[in-house]
């Protein structure tokens, strides 16, 4: 199954979820609807279906692109499908010109032409600031990043045009070992734009647009964690690096401290507390231990809690304990740190600043070896919400209080 797979599906079945959601005597017959035109069901569509009706009732009255964004494209889609049949052209329109996903946007689009063909006024489509991406506006220089996978890897791409031609370098970061992999192009301005869609489309939200000194910091930082970790740059790296124009002025600090200020970062500890909430966010959504220690861990579970266990007993709480300092080792603690610090700059250039603080919190609390991981919320919470009754009690959540 492809992205423009679900993206299709996601349209055909708009207006059978629509109707899911504000109809609620005939569910039943309108799921099955939704099923045959053959709808996006994944683990946690039905669940979520009481909450969408929630968001929906507060489209029309708030920021429809924040409230939209942060639900997957099935859902996005009637959210889109009821402001069409409200006729908001106001809220679309928004919602054309601040959304971050590609898909959406093409999607929303279409609908204003036609509403623009039935004889409504649409306005004309405002220039996108220096924070949105420009991969389809700006072909001669786009450079971007993405936020850390789940497994420690992103991309960043910077892209170059000195008068010769476009000239592309995609590298892959880990966060524990550096520059695991890249590839160096001349591509064909046609080629090029193929390209960004497609690796724009397949990053969705969480892609950013970075500035030539941003990138070239995050180039820089990560060629040195291969030098401290004694892990070689992939061969042919450091010559392909070197046909890019280095920008006039290098940073010498983390890119995040651009967007804070210096006032904010003083007393990140208070920012400690509620950072497990991050998680809700896309970006790093899919943060986990890994599917081994995963499976290590819920085992652990079961073998130690019993025939009929309580996972929120003292002795599961303690279980998290143990395995999330075992898990946030010195390494772990510098990968982590090093995806956080990433986290928040993305996060406050979305202006963000709450999360951003947070996020920044964690990665500098990470960075003191003698505070346990499991004394940090955020830390804590990337094992304790594969609790298998999910979550915590608030007398969990005691025992990190600071």
Same mark, same amino acid.
Request: charged share 35%.
């Given at each position: 199954?492809?992205?423009?797979?679900?993206?299709?599906?996601?349209?055909?079945g708009?207006?059978?979820?629509l109707?899911?959601?504000?109809?609620?005597?005939?569910?039943?017959?309108?799921?099955?609807?939704?099923?045959?035109?053959?709808?996006?069901?994944?683990?946690?569509?039905?669940?979520?279906?009481d909450?969408?009706?929630?968001?929906?009732?507060?489209?029309?009255?708030?920021?429809?692109?924040?409230?939209?964004a942060?639900?997957?494209?099935?859902?996005?889609?009637?959210?889109?499908?009821? #402001?069409?049949?409200?006729?908001?052209?106001?809220?679309?329109?928004?919602?054309?010109?601040?959304?971050?996903?590609?898909?959406?946007?093409?999607?929303?689009?279409q609908?204003?032409?036609?509403?623009?063909?039935?004889?409504?006024?649409?306005?004309?489509?405002?220039?996108?600031?220096?924070?949105?991406?420009?991969?389809?506006e700006?072909?001669?220089?786009?450079?971007?990043?993405?936020?850390?996978?789940?497994?420690?890897?992103?991309?960043?791409?910077? #892209?170059?045009?000195? +008068?010769?031609?476009?000239?592309?370098?995609?590298?892959?970061?880990?966060?524990?070992?550096g520059?695991?992999? *890249?590839?160096? $192009?001349?591509?064909?301005?046609?080629?090029l734009?193929?390209?960004?869609?497609?690796?724009?489309?397949?990053?969705?939200?969480?892609?950013?647009?970075?500035?030539?000194?941003?990138?070239?910091?995050?180039?820089k930082?990560?060629?040195?964690?291969?030098?401290?970790?004694?892990?070689?740059?992939p061969? +042919? *790296?450091?010559?392909?690096?070197?046909? *890019?124009?280095?920008?006039?002025?290098?940073?010498?600090?983390?890119?995040?401290?651009?967007?804070?200020?210096?006032?904010?970062?003083?007393?990140?500890?208070?920012?400690?507390?509620?950072?497990?909430?991050?998680?809700?966010?896309?970006?790093?959504?899919?943060?986990?231990? +890994?599917?081994?220690?995963?499976?290590? *861990?819920?085992?652990?579970?079961?073998?130690?809690?019993?025939?009929?266990?309580d996972?929120?007993?003292?002795?599961?709480?303690a279980?998290?304990?143990?395995?999330?300092?075992?898990?946030?080792?010195?390494?772990?603690r510098?990968?982590?740190?090093?995806?956080?610090?990433?986290l928040?700059?993305?996060?406050?250039?979305?202006e963000?600043?709450?999360?951003?603080? $947070?996020?920044?919190?964690?990665?500098?609390?990470?960075?003191?070896?003698k505070?346990?991981?499991?004394?940090i919320?955020?830390?804590?919470?990337?094992?304790?919400?594969?609790?298998?009754?999910?979550?915590?009690?608030e007398?969990?959540?005691?025992?990190?209080?600071?």
């Open positions: 199954m492809t992205i423009l797979d679900d993206q299709k599906r996601a349209r055909r708009a207006k059978a979820l109707r899911i959601l504000t109809d609620k005597k005939n569910f039943d017959a309108n799921l099955d609807a939704y099923t045959r035109a053959d709808g996006i069901i994944d683990g946690d569509f039905l669940s979520r279906v909450e969408a009706r929630k968001t929906l009732a507060q489209l029309e009255n708030g920021d429809a692109a924040a409230l939209i942060e639900w997957p494209l099935a859902f996005q889609e009637a959210f889109v499908e009821h #402001l069409v049949a409200k006729e908001r052209v106001d809220l679309l329109a928004r919602l054309r010109d601040k959304s971050r996903n590609k898909a959406l946007v093409k999607s929303v689009k609908q204003l032409h036609q509403l623009k063909q039935a004889g409504r006024a649409v306005p004309d489509r405002q220039k996108r600031g220096w924070k949105r991406s420009a991969l389809d700006r072909m001669d220089e786009t450079n971007f990043v993405t936020a850390f996978d789940g497994r420690g890897f992103r991309l960043i791409l910077l #892209l170059q045009d000195r +008068g010769t031609g476009p000239r592309l370098l995609q590298a892959v970061e880990s966060d524990r070992t520059i695991a992999d *890249f590839r160096s $192009s001349r591509p064909t301005r046609s080629k734009k193929d390209m960004l869609k497609q690796i724009e489309a397949a990053s969705a939200d969480r892609s950013e647009t970075a500035t030539a000194e941003e990138i070239f910091y995050f180039l930082r990560a060629a040195e964690r291969n030098r401290q970790r004694k892990t070689q740059t061969e +042919g *790296f450091v010559t392909a690096l070197s046909y *890019f124009e280095k920008p006039k002025s290098e940073l010498d600090k983390h890119p995040l401290f651009a967007y804070a200020k210096p006032v904010e970062l003083e007393v990140p500890e208070g920012r400690l507390p509620g950072s497990e909430k991050l998680f809700a966010d896309p970006l790093c959504a899919d943060w986990s231990i +890994g599917d081994m220690e995963l499976r290590v *861990f819920q085992r652990r579970l079961f073998d130690e809690l019993g025939e009929s266990p996972f929120r007993s003292a002795k599961a709480s279980i998290v304990d143990e395995t999330v300092d075992r898990f946030f080792d010195e390494a772990t510098g990968a982590f740190h090093t995806r956080l610090m990433d928040a700059w993305i996060l406050a250039r979305r963000k600043k709450g999360e951003a603080l $947070s996020a920044y919190a964690v990665a500098q609390a990470l960075l003191d070896d505070k346990p991981a499991s004394r919320p955020f830390c804590r919470h990337l094992i304790a919400r594969f609790l298998p009754d999910g979550g915590e009690t007398a969990e959540r005691k025992i990190i209080a600071p």
